[in-house]
């Protein structure tokens, strides 16, 4: 008999939250790891990898995607405007509203050290085959469309 069949596990909803917590934690502390190694908060390094990857945004929008308040959007926009890696600007779409781009040192800096991190997190799941990867990825965009679906609260109502 297998340990989590032994203890009530097995294939349970709680058994896979245990799970998926611990991976989630390993991977988390591989990635503060290697952030911290590039000589980045979290927060700074999120906006640069946004805008490499997703262009000029609004600081709004920017905000959501990398999961910071506006006061931390503020805080992040303007050390990485002292160093020269970001610019605001106007947005010709609304004038309320400012857009955040990467300036050709920020471009260069952020495609050296995404490479970086990209490397340290493949050393985190080099024991995976592609094929495993793509059904964990399958799996995992699954199984967070059905958590959604089947919460019994919104999202940020707390419980």
């Given at each position: 008999m297998k340990k989590a069949e032994q203890n009530g596990g097995g294939g349970s909803g709680v058994h896979l939250w245990l799970i998926l917590w611990k991976a989630f934690r390993a991977m988390e502390a591989h990635a503060d790891r290697s952030i911290a190694?590039?000589?980045?908060?979290?927060s700074d390094f999120g906006v640069l990898e946004a805008l490499l990857h997703k262009g000029p945004l609004a600081v709004k929008v920017l905000g959501e995607k990398v999961l910071l308040t506006s006061g931390s959007m503020t805080a992040a926009i303007d050390r990485l405007e002292r160093r020269g890696w970001v610019e605001r600007g106007a947005d010709p779409g609304d004038r309320r509203s400012r857009i955040v781009r990467l300036t050709a040192e920020g471009r260069k800096t952020i495609e050296t050290l995404?490479?970086?991190?990209e490397r340290?997190?493949?050393q985190a799941v080099a024991g995976l085959k592609d094929?495993?990867?793509t059904t964990l990825i399958d799996l995992l965009r699954t199984l967070g469309?059905?958590?959604v679906r089947h919460t019994r609260f919104a999202p940020d109502e707390g419980s």
């Open positions: 190694g590039l000589g980045l908060c979290w995404f490479a970086e991190h340290d997190m493949e094929s495993e990867r469309g059905l958590a």
